[in-house]
Structure formats: structure tokens, C-alpha cells
């Protein structure tokens, strides 16, 4: 009988091998190509050759031997996504966020993935033109493509998502105008389900189409600012009652603000500065839930501070700078039970000021620079009032003191407190623990809130609140999340610092990073109220991978 050949055994075992791996041969195919193209891949991919079974491929999730997750947030990849993405027939999720090694244009094979309810690439590295085969995707609920460097239109095949609930193209390079439906195409108007439209920081232009909006939609955030459109603010707009935030500050729109804006009852932040809006200041009466308003830039008609100014019940912060005011400030704006600051320079008030006898006790800051106020009725109680640049400071007693002097931050910004651990040092990229005084690598980033509804930055009480909920959600020790240098950016975003530290040993593992980025990109985890909707940027994590 003839000897049995090597070569039996080698194909022998290549057949044991298929029929015990707990993964499809094409999803084997697939990932295997993505590993190939992909540098620091976690070391789980390197260590088994079947991603389903045993242990698994770290960020893979499995069912029926069908690969239907990939989960790969802040890893730090490196490299290009491969068209072969588009033979994984049973994906639902695909979260890519926080990897900027991630470059190149994004392969329209994506269109070819119809159970994907989930497409997150937010905060990497991706750039080119956003296939049009990405309306293909009809069960698509979430698609956040923010933060990346995006060129070209928005494409009008998006309007076919029709279940969609979020859509973020935010901070990108976007041009050209929203598309809107026609007889021949879809348009963002159809997406009726859809409770964000995060299309701030682009270069997009033109109107804002009247279409746009209707009664049917149920968004509560609309955050246009940052652009370059043009034209007025359609009337549909008040259309929306489910509205909560609204951004169109920061663009080159024109004519009146529709008079039925006042029908957005629940809308909390109201941003129209830094435009060229003109004819009379809008009438707010009612907007009792309001609690930031930025009116500032504008062209309005000159007046008097309007009524309903003072009947806003929820008012934390007024922002009306280079505005239309003359006349007398009115003395109910400074007894709102809920107002933190009011900030009203150049305008052209006068007369004397009266900040009257039940000022409000969260009131902080008073800004009446460049006015024309000549006379100051002075409270028993002492807050930071800023009269520089008035009258009044040139022709009375008052030049020489604080009111009238250029004046700096009076308290300082929250910091998570250290003064428990000492003077204790950690080696380079170690920070110091809040929890347990033990330098540990802590998951980094930065929290950008577009909507807080309060101006105090050392208010230890509201960013305690923000802490907690960080180390309830992840599951942390508490007191182990450290914040700092919280600020308003040029956007006037709230940023902020953030530091997560393990509960065990130095460093978080694989699963826990791409946990908390997931949670991060899908919105999973919820900030308090207070703060606002928001979004985050991961630093590179590579300590422990």
C-alpha cells in the first residue's frame, strides 16, 4: 500500500480546522482583510484564528457564526477601510470612532451592509466625498460621521434613511446646500423620525429651504450654526414643537426671525447671534422653558428692552451684545428667579441704572460696557456689574472703582480637587487618581456641550453632578473621573476635560477602552440634564493595549 503523503494531512487538517471554527469562512475572509490593512489591531486578533469562537476577537460580536458588531472605538488604527466591509451580509453595528489613523475615503461597498442600524466613524481620520450608496441603508437609525475632514455635498440619497433618529456631520468640510426632496430625489425632509440634524462646523451655504421643516418631524435638536447659509429663516421652523435646541448662529442670515418662533415652547437654548437679521427683535413671549437666549450681531430695529424680556420665567443666561437697546434697562431682568448672567454691552442704554431691591440671588455677572448709562441706583448687595465704557464712568465718583475698571475673572474655573493626595508625582503620561492618590493611565478626552443651560464655571455642585455620573455609568470607583479646565469656546460650546481612571491596576484593557468610546459615540451614556446635548473627542489610548 502507498505511504499516506504529507500533503493529506496538511489538507486534513485545513478541513478540521473549517469545521470547528465557530466563524462563517466569509466573515473569517473579511476580517482577516481588515486586519491586513490595519495596524494596531487589538492583540486578541493576532492570537486566534476564529473571531466567534473562544475568547473571540476583541470588538467582534457574533451570532449564528455571523458577524453582527464590530466595535473598535479608540484603538488607535491605523490605515484605510477596506470595500471588503461590504461582505459582512449580517452587520448591524459598525463604531470605528475615535481612531484618527483611520484616513482615505470611505468605500462605497458600505451600501451593501442592509441590516446596519448603526455607522459611527465620529472623530477620525476619514476624508473625500460621502457615497451616495449610503441611502441604500434602510435600517440605518444612527450615523455620526462627525469630526472628520468630509469634503462635497451632503448627499440627497440620506433622505431615504427613514429610520433614521441621528444624524451627525458635524465639524467636517461639507459645501453646497441641504438637499431637500424633489419628484426625482429624496432630501432631508423625509427624514420624519430623525431627532437630530448635527450638521454645525461645515461650509455649507445657501437658504435654509422652506420644505425643510414640517408639523410631521420630531426633532428636538437643530444645530446649523457655524455655516455660511444665507437667506431668512423659513416660517416652518415654528412648525417644530418638539424643538429643544436651536443653533443658527454663526452664518450670514437675513430679514425677519418668523413671528411664530414664540410657538417653540419647549426649546431651552435659542442661538441666533452673529447674523444679519433684521426688522423687530422677535417676540418670545411664552418660551417659559428658555434658558440661554444669544441674540448678539444682528441688525434689529433700535428699541426698548421689550417686556416678555422679564417674564422669562427659566432665563439662566441673556446674551444681547452689539444689539438694538436704548432707553432704560429694565429693572425686572435683574430679580429673574433662575438668571446667572446678562451680558448687554454696546448697546445704547441710558439714564440711570436701577438694579432694583430683589435682585436675584444666582445672578453673577452684569455687562453693561459700552453704554450710555449715566447714573447708577446702588444696591444693598454687591455683584460683579461691568460699567466700563459709559458715561458714568467719566463724570462721577464711580471712575475710580471696580464697576468702571477693567475687570478679570473673580473666581476660577472647577478642577476635580487633589489636595487629599499631596505632592505626589507620577512618571509621564500617568496622572494621579482623585479616588485612591495612585498614579494610574487614565481614558482621556474632551467633552464639548453645545446646549448647558448655566454660565458659573465654579460651580462645584453642578460638575460633582457630571462626575458621578460618569463613574455610575461605566461602572467605576467613585471619585475615580477627574475634570479640568472647563470653558466656553469660540463656538461657545462648554469644553471640558476628562480623565477616567481604572478601579484595578494601572491601565484599562482592550474591552474597557472600546467600551467607553462606544459609549461615548452611540450617546449610550447621558450627561445631566443641565449640560446640555454634547459630543467627545478621545485621546489616543495605547497604555495596556
Known amino acids: 500500500m ?5 500533503l493529506f494531512f496538511l489538507v486534513l487538517l485545513l478541513m478540521i480546522r473549517d469545521i470547528s471554527s465557530l466563524t462563517d469562512s466569509r466573515d473569517v475572509a473579511v476580517l482577516r482583510t481588515l486586519k491586513d490593512g490595519w495596524k494596531n489591531t487589538p492583540p486578541s486578533w493576532e492570537n486566534s484564528d476564529d473571531p466567534c469562537g473562544g475568547n473571540g476577537w476583541e470588538g467582534v460580536t457574533c451570532y449564528n457564526s455571523r458577524v453582527t458588531r464590530l466595535t473598535l472605538s479608540t484603538m488607535g488604527l491605523v490605515g484605510e477601510l477596506s470595500g471588503a466591509i461590504g461582505d459582512l451580509e449580517e452587520l448591524t453595528s459598525l463604531d470605528l470612532s475615535f481612531n484618527e489613523g483611520l484616513t482615505g475615503s470611505l468605500p462605497p461597498q458600505l451600501g451593501l451592509l442592509k441590516n446596519l442600524s448603526t455607522l459611527i466613524l465620529a472623530g477620525s481620520g476619514f476624508s473625500g466625498t460621502i457615497p451616495t450608496e449610503l441611502g441604500n441603508l434602510t435600517q440605518l437609525y444612527f450615523l455620526d460621521l462627525s469630526s472628520n475632514s468630509f469634503t462635497g455635498v451632503i448627499p440627497p440619497s440620506l433622505g431615504s434613511l427613514s429610520k433614521l433618529y441621528w444624524l451627525g456631520l458635524a465639524n467636517n468640510k461639507f459645501t453646497g446646500s441641504i438637499p431637500v426632496s424633489t419628484l426625482a430625489k429624496p432630501g432631508m425632509d423625509s427624514l420624519k423620525k430623525a431627532k437630530h440634524f448635527n450638521l454645525n462646523n461645515n461650509q455649507l ?3 435654509i429651504p422652506d420644505t425643510l421643516f414640517s408639523s410631521e418631524m420630531a426633532l428636538i435638536h437643530v444645530l446649523f450654526d457655524g455655516n455660511q447659509f444665507t437667506g431668512s429663516i423659513p416660517e416652518t421652523i415654528g412648525l417644530v414643537q418638539t424643538l429643544e435646541v436651536l443653533r443658527l448662529d454663526r452664518n450670514a442670515l437675513s430679514g425677519k426671525v418668523p413671528s411664530n418662533i414664540m410657538n417653540l415652547v419647549n426649546v431651552v437654548e435659542l442661538n441666533l447671534a452673529n447674523n444679519k437679521l433684521s426688522g423687530p427683535l422677535p417676540n418670545l413671549t411664552g418660551m417659559n422653558s428658555l434658558s440661554y ?6 441688525s434689529f430695529d433700535q428699541s426698548e428692552a421689550p417686556a416678555w424680556l422679564s417674564t422669562l420665567s427659566s432665563l439662566t443666561t441673556l446674551i444681547v451684545e452689539y444689539g438694538p437697546f436704548q432707553g432704560i434697562v429694565p429693572s425686572e431682568l435683574f430679580s429673574l428667579p433662575q438668571i446667572q448672567q446678562i451680558k448687554l454691552r454696546n448697546n445704547a442704554f441710558n439714564g440711570t441704572l436701577d438694579l432694583g431691591s430683589s435682585v436675584s440671588q444666582q445672578l453673577e455677572l452684569i455687562d453693561l460696557q459700552n453704554n450710555l448709562i449715566s447714573s447708577f441706583i446702588l444696591s444693598s448687595e454687591y ?8 458715561p458714568i464712568c467719566a463724570n462721577s465718583t464711580l471712575g475710580n472703582t471696580d ?15 487633589l489636595e487629599q493626595c499631596g505632592n505626589i508625582s507620577c512618571v509621564s503620561g500617568q496622572k494621579l487618581d482623585p479616588a485612591s492618590c495612585e498614579c494610574a493611565y487614565p481614558y482621556q478626552g474632551t467633552l464639548y456641550f453645545r446646549g448647558p443651560s448655566f454660565r458659573d464655571l465654579s460651580n462645584a455642585t453642578i460638575f460633582h453632578t457630571l462626575e458621578m455620573s460618569l463613574w455610575v455609568e461605566f461602572g467605576l470607583t467613585p471619585n475615580s473621573v477627574y475634570l479640568d479646565n472647563p470653558f466656553f469656546n469660540s463656538n461657545d460650546y462648554l469644553q471640558v476635560n476628562m480623565g477616567l481612571f481604572p478601579s484595578n491596576g494601572v491601565s484599562f484593557n482592550t474591552s474597557d477602552i472600546q467600551r467607553f468610546g462606544s459609549a461615548f459615540s452611540n450617546q449610550t451614556y447621558k450627561s445631566p440634564n443641565v449640560f446640555g446635548p454634547y459630543y467627545f473627542i478621545a485621546s489616543a489610548y495605547t497604555i495596556g493595549l
Not at 502507498?2 to 504529507?6: F, H
Open 383 to 390: 455683584h460683579k456689574l461691568m460699567l466700563r465704557g459709559n
Open 2 to 6: 502507498a505511504p499516506i503523503q504529507p
Open 293 to 298: 437666549l444669544d441674540l448678539s450681531n444682528n
Open 403 to 417: 464697576f468702571c475698571k477693567l475687570q478679570e475673572e473673580s473666581s476660577k474655573p472647577y478642577s476635580t480637587s
Open 205 to 207: 451655504s445657501g437658504p
